[in-house]
């Protein structure tokens, strides 16, 4: 006779529990015996519990290799993983200050004049970006909440375009009704922005379930990197010197987003045609995604300057909204070339 057990309790439970599991199996079996006698019962019940017992051990000690071999090849040397964390935020900063001292020489030769911003557009730039920043955060959490509730997945198993095509319109929707409602009113304005959020969450919250979360914090800091890099070349150059760019950066959004519909049309043999829609995509909504944040903080101060001589009035949180906007599109292109290299190196 054999025995399968399902090992989810302790040595010494199941233990416990063999000689009962033998008796039990012996019971079952005995009377398909015809010559069934009370030696023979004996007999075969002390085999049959030795066997039980020896199958028990043999697989708990096969149970405790397999666990101590998965251990020791799961664990890492704290001191390896410092060093590891140490390298990848050299890194991290060492792309920063590059970023820097490029997007500085190639953007940005010509600055101001009077030595740096004056104070109620510095006051008005720092206000945005503390928006800017809370948003950001507001948004990550949500959508880290969604992944652990179970949300995501609901979502995920629902039908698709009825989960896009309305969580686009929400996003529209909130975005427009922020946009529109007076800076004074500000409870229902930071509703609608918090909305706002939510939507944004929920439709970058599938993302998290993909990628896992070094990847994560790697896309964060190059995203961090190249935005501030960026938005300092904006703040620190001439007035209205970039917001010639409006233009060509709409056109250049249509065409991006005409090729991230590419896929739904073309078919799947244009496989060069596919994999150039695909380059558009990333690396140039990478970059059309870069020259709206410098066009973003240029809008910004020329904002600010209307409010000071009255012309608008000040609104902090619809400036924001726009470098949110920035900012994700960047990080989920990041995201997905990190993906990618790491595919390419499996």
Known sequence: MSFIFTIRAGPARLAARAPQLAVRAFHQSAPKNSFFTPRTASLAFRASTKNSSNGILSRLQGASRGYHAQYDSVYVDPAARRAELLRKLL????????????????????????GGLPPYERSYLNRTFLHTGLGVGIIGLTAYQMVQSGFVYRIMVTNPWIVGIGGLAL?????????????????????????????????????MTIAPPALL???????????????????????????????PLLAGAAIVAVSGFAPLVLPATAVRT????????????????????????????????????????????????????DFLNIFIRMVQILMMQQNRRK
């Open 171 to 207: 996003s529209i929707g909130s975005m427009v009704a922020t946009r529109a409602i007076e800076p004074e009113n500000y409870i229902p304005k930071y509703a609608c922005w918090a909305a706002f959020n939510a939507t944004q969450a929920a439709l970058i919250a599938p993302l």
């Open 91 to 114: 890194i991290g900063g060492a792309i920063f200050g590059g970023t820097l001292v490029t997007a500085n020489v190639v953007f940005n030769r010509e600055t101001r004049e009077d």
């Open 217 to 247: 914090a790697r896309a964060g800091l190059y995203t961090v990197a190249m935005m501030g890099s960026i938005s300092f070349v904006g703040a620190t150059a001439k007035q209205d010197k970039y917001l010639y760019i409006g233009g």
């Open 274 to 325: 596919l994999a150039f829609t695909e380059n558009l995509w990333l690396y140039g909504g990478l970059a059309l995604f870069g020259g709206f944040t410098l066009y973003d903080v240029q809008k910004v101060l020329y904002h600010a300057r209307a409010a000071q001589r009255g012309v608008i009035k000040e609104d902090p949180i619809n400036e924001s909204i726009s470098l949110e906007l």
